[in-house]
Nanobody, 124 residues
Framework: QVQLVESGGGLVQAGGSLRLSCAAS????????MGWFRQPPGKEREFVAA????????YYADSVKGRFTISRDNAKNTVYLQMNSLKVEDTAVYYC?????????????????WGQGTQVTVSS
C-alpha cells in the first residue's frame, strides 16, 4: 500500500501561483511513477502532469504546458506541482496518484493509489 496526502491548495487570483505537494508513505516511493490529475466542477477527472520514478520522463497536458512544473524528491518521498500563471479554468480538485506501471503515466486508470485531493480555486 502507498498512502498519499496532498497539500498546498487554496484560493488564488488569476495570474498567481500555488505549489502543491504530495507526501507518500508505505512502499518504496522511488518505485512508482507519480501523476497529478484534476477534476473541475461538474466535469470528469483529467490528466495534468506525470513524472517517472527517476524523473527522466515527464508529461504535461497541453492546457498546462509552460505554466505547471512537476518534480519529485525521492529522498523526501514527495512529488510537487508548481503552478504559475493560474487561470480561472484551472479551478479543480487536484489529486496525486502513484503507479508501478511504466509507460502509462497519462492514463489515470493505470494508477493504483490516490490521494484525497486538494481544492484549488482561481478567482478572476
Amino acid at each position: 500500500q502507498v498512502q498519499l496526502v496532498e497539500s498546498g491548495g487554496g484560493l488564488v487570483q488569476a495570474g498567481g501561483s500555488l505549489r502543491l505537494s504530495c507526501a507518500a508513505s508505505g512502499r518504496t516511493f522511488s518505485n512508482y511513477g507519480m501523476g497529478w490529475f484534476r477534476q473541475p466542477p461538474g466535469k470528469e477527472r483529467e490528466f495534468v502532469a506525470a513524472i517517472s520514478w527517476g524523473g527522466r520522463i515527464i508529461y504535461y497536458a497541453d492546457s498546462v504546458k509552460g505554466r505547471f512544473t512537476i518534480s519529485r524528491d525521492n529522498a523526501k518521498n514527495t512529488v510537487y506541482l508548481q503552478m504559475n500563471s493560474l487561470k480561472v479554468e484551472d479551478t479543480a480538485v487536484y489529486y496525486c496518484a502513484a503507479t508501478p506501471n511504466v509507460g502509462v503515466l497519462k492514463d489515470g486508470s493505470r494508477y493504483d493509489y490516490w490521494g484525497q485531493g486538494t481544492q484549488v480555486t482561481v478567482s478572476s
